[in-house]
């Protein structure tokens, strides 16, 4: 849920979340990033990639289905843009938590913070996470 980041790198393939979902209903694929557009190489080519295996892996494990998403296009859904380079993890999650196809989930630099705050004490307050012993001690110090 919370990247690693690389050190300022435009280039960098891996450090950036982005939501594709299928939209049975419209019969289309739909791309959601909040950093960049239809018009950038680097997120058609990487969607299209994902798509593509996506439409393989349906074709061969669904052949029997009444559903056949070989001939879906993809939407590139205009999505309000992020403010910085390192939130775009948070706008992800509000996409995949909100969209229904049809209004595009707004995300607010004070979403954001209250999303870090929300998603921190859910983290923190996970049982399997909380009875390991190295976290113990590391909560104990921040509470007391």
């Not at 300022?8 to 694929?29: E, M, S």
């Not at 999505?79 to 390192?86: A, P, S």
């Amino acid at each position: 849920m919370f990247q690693e980041l690389a050190p300022h790198d435009p280039h960098d393939k891996c450090g950036h979340h982005y939501a594709i979902c299928l939209d049975l209903k419209n019969q289309r694929f739909e791309v959601l990033d909040s950093m960049r557009s239809e018009a950038d190489a680097d997120l058609t080519t990487h969607a299209e990639y994902f798509i593509n295996n996506l439409k393989e892996t349906w074709s061969r494990h669904y052949e029997n289905s009444k559903v056949h998403i070989r001939h879906f296009p993809i939407e590139y859904v205009a999505t309000t843009k992020q403010g910085n380079r390192h939130d775009c993890g948070f706008h992800t999650l509000e996409y995949l938590a909100k969209w229904e196809g049809r209004r595009v989930p707004v995300v607010t630099a004070a979403m954001v913070v209250e999303l870090r705050k929300i998603y921190t004490w859910n983290w923190l307050m996970n049982e399997d996470f909380n009875t390991r012993q190295e976290v113990q001690v590391i909560t104990t110090s921040l509470v007391f």
